[in-house]
Each structure stands twice: as C-alpha cells, then as structure tokens.
C-alpha cells in the first residue's frame, strides 16, 4: 500500500511539475507574440521547455509571422509602386497639359500671325496626343493586370504572327534609316498564346527597340527546346545594369532626357501579357547591345 501511495505521489508531482512547466511556456509564448504585436520586438518565438507540441506550435507560430512580414513587405512595396506611378503620371499628364493650356494662351492674342498661329495650334496637337497615348497606356495597363482579363489561348503560328508586325514598322524603319536584321524559320513554329496578345507585345519591344536604337535592330525567332523564343535586340548608349533591372517598372524611363518620346508603360504592358500567357519576359545588356527575350511555353515546330 505504501509502494502504490508513493507511486500515486510521483506521478501526481510529475503532472503538477509538467502542468507549470507547461503554463509557463503558455505565459512565455505570450509575452513573446504580445511584444512582437505591439512592435518591441521583431524577433520569431522560441521555447525554453522542451515539448514536442510546443516546438510543432512554435515552429507554426513562426512560419506565420514569415508570412506576415512577406505579406507586409508585399504591400510596402505595392504601396511605394502606386505612389511612385501617381508621382509619373501626374507629371507626365501635367507636362503635356502646361504646353497646351499655354498655347492656348498665346492663340488668344491678336497680335500674333496666322503662321505663328498654326505653329501653335500643331505644338497643341503634339500635346494633346501624347496626353491621350499615355492615357490609353495606363487604362490598358490596368484592364490587363486584372484577374479575369480575357485571353483566347490556342496554339498559333509564331511565324506569320510576327512578320504581320513588322510589316506595321516599315515605314518607320525607313523613316530611321534602320534595316533590322531578320531571322524567322520557315518551318511553322507553334505554341499555346493568344494571338493578339502576342501582337501588342511584338509591337510594344519593336516601340522601344526602334526609338532607342543607335542603329541596328535584330529580330530573331527560334524553338529552344519545349519553348518559342523571340529575342528583339538594339543597339543602345548610356544605359547601365541597373537600368535594366528597372525596365519592366512602370513610367521607368532609364534615360530621363527623354521625357515626351514615350509614357513608360510599354515594357510593363508586355511584360503584364506575357506573364498572362504564362510566358516569360527578360532583358540582358552585353556590349552595348539590349536583348529583349520573350519565351512561350509548349513550342512546337511543324515540318513543312
């Protein structure tokens, strides 16, 4: 009887020893998540007693505050982006709005001529219709970023889809004295896109290749591996690693002489669709020459 009263005993202090070290680790974990709320502390949660259910809840705990400071991070920097593109767009609306509010100024006089008056009503123009390209950049922007924008994915042929745009860049070629160099397969290369998704893309590097371009453009469209690749490259001066790291931001204009000549928003915009398409966009700078390399999944080439 007194073997199972000391028995009883022990196991009821090894209860009573397990049951306060246990509640000293509850209190212990919340003075941990009470100073990590209330931002004393930035540090994860450790235990002092060592109990597999509470290293489990510890370690859960602490995969949920990585996960909240992602998603904080995440929505630092969604909400610095926003700024940052009202900052762009209020200035690249206001710059284009302040030449034609004062033209206008100028036309209301009657002491100036009727050529003046023409060479004014053209710069009033001008304005207006960068305002309107930079503000169907942002709106197209926007519509495509959204979850349920529309794409009709089917499997296209890559070929005939980017001679069709380059046709629409002839004149201006030829108006930049620029003779791209072309290589496209005469085989069909196929994969899964949407057609005209791919156009606006095609057009949107063919945009910032020919008006950045110090003089040669090459054009190269190729299966590499289970994927289509189209490679766009220029010649280009003055720009650095760090400015193609910043290329697919929004209103990023890597040389910032060049204000006027184009919104910013058309490498996101191809950037926006390709990531739509489950596609890839990248940019590589090597001996004074930009490589825009777009890749499309599932490419195949049909043997003519």
């Known amino acids: 009887m007194l073997y199972l009263f000391i028995i009883v005993m022990i196991v009821f202090a090894f209860v009573l020893t397990r049951f306060y070290l246990l509640k000293k680790e509850i209190n212990h974990t919340i003075r941990q998540l009470r100073d990590l709320n209330q931002n004393k502390t930035a540090k994860k949660i450790d235990i002092l007693y060592n109990d597999p259910h509470f290293e489990e809840l510890a370690k859960e705990i602490n995969n949920q505050i990585d996960l909240t400071k992602q998603a904080e991070a995440v929505k630092r920097s969604t909400e610095n982006e926003l700024k940052q593109a009202v900052s762009h767009i209020s200035h690249d609306i206001r710059t284009p709005m302040t030449s034609i509010l004062g033209y ?97 893309v095609v057009e949107n590097l063919i945009v910032n290749a020919v008006r950045y371009s110090t003089g040669h453009v090459f054009i190269v469209l190729d299966q590499v591996g289970e994927a289509v690749q189209l490679k766009i490259s220029n010649s280009v001066d003055n720009l650095s690693e760090q400015d193609v790291t910043h290329l697919f931001d929004r209103f990023y204009k890597a040389d910032q002489t060049r204000i006027g000549k184009g919104t910013g928003l058309g490498l996101p915009i191809a950037k926006s669709l390709m990531e739509k398409m489950n596609g890839s966009i990248s940019a590589e700078l090597g001996d004074n020459q930009l490589t825009m390399i777009c890749e499309w999944k599932g490419g195949k080439t049909s043997i003519q």
């Open 104 to 200: 206008i100024q100028f036309l209301e006089s009657d002491d100036i001529s009727s050529e003046l008056k023409k060479e004014y009503i053209e710069t009033i123009k001008n304005s207006a219709g960068r305002l309107k390209i930079l503000l169907e950049d942002f709106f197209e922007l926007s519509i495509i970023e959204q979850a349920d924008y529309p794409l009709k994915m089917e499997r296209v042929p890559f070929n005939d889809l980017i001679v069709e745009a380059l046709l629409g860049f002839y004149e201006e070629f030829k108006k930049r004295n620029i003779e791209p160099e072309i290589h496209i397969p005469d085989d069909d290369i196929m994969a899964m896109a949407d057609s005209s998704a791919v156009k606006r």
